[in-house]
């Protein structure tokens, strides 16, 4: 059970690298847009690959999650919710022509787009919930996701905030393997703590 919870944070790790990949080449894309360019097609070409390659990966390490670890209901729900949501969003944004509804650039979106994805980073504090150092690399994810929505403020579309997101679940993932590692958490696997229906830390209270 633990081993094939390892690999599902190690296969989020690299399914959130490739959505880094794909933010980068969409700034590219749009930097360079030219509808006769082989270059902008070879760019596309590219944007699709990392963007099915980086899903794939990201089901692959839900599907191991939530097969591995007992409970944990909202995190679950909350990670299959952002997998979806930002392979919509990619679909969206590279077909963006197409959509007459979709704005790139639209402040509420990306509002929106980071309060979603806040939220399913947050549910990750349910692996151990107790645990400060854990506590602060959540805060610090969630920190860095809302700050994805300055994207817009900035008029840049919508992939900034992606790209951020996904940097943000990258170093999520990334301090998981490395807090685990060095045995500074502990995830129970088999459901024990996870019973616990309510969460509380003591973390937001005043140290005496």
Request: proline share 1%; hydrophobic share 50%; with cysteine.
């Amino acid at each position: 059970m633990r081993e094939r919870l390892n690999s599902g944070i190690f296969f989020g790790l690299i399914g959130n690298l490739l959505f880094i990949g794909f933010g980068l080449v969409c700034m590219l894309y749009y930097k360079t847009y030219d509808p006769s360019s082989i270059f902008t097609k070879l760019l596309e070409g590219i944007a699709y690959v990392t963007e099915v390659a980086g899903f794939g990966f990201l089901a692959f390490s839900d599907y191991l999650i939530i097969q591995s670890a007992r409970m944990r209901r909202h995190l679950k729900i909350g990670y299959s919710v952002y997998i979806v949501f930002e392979a919509v969003m990619m679909v969206l944004e590279l077909n963006s022509y197409k959509f007459e509804f979709y704005a790139p650039y639209s402040l509420g979106l990306a509002i929106f787009h980071s309060l979603v994805s806040a939220v399913a980073c947050f549910a990750f504090i349910e692996f151990d919930p107790d645990n400060k150092k854990y506590e602060a690399l959540i805060i610090i994810c969630v920190g860095i996701i809302f700050g994805g929505m300055l994207g817009s403020i900035m008029g840049i579309r919508i992939y900034f905030s992606i790209l951020v997101n996904a940097f943000a679940f990258s170093l999520l993932f990334a301090g998981i393997r490395f807090l685990t590692k060095r045995e500074d958490i502990e995830i129970d696997v088999y459901g024990d703590r996870a019973t616990v229906t309510e969460y509380s830390s003591d973390f937001f209270k005043d140290k005496e």
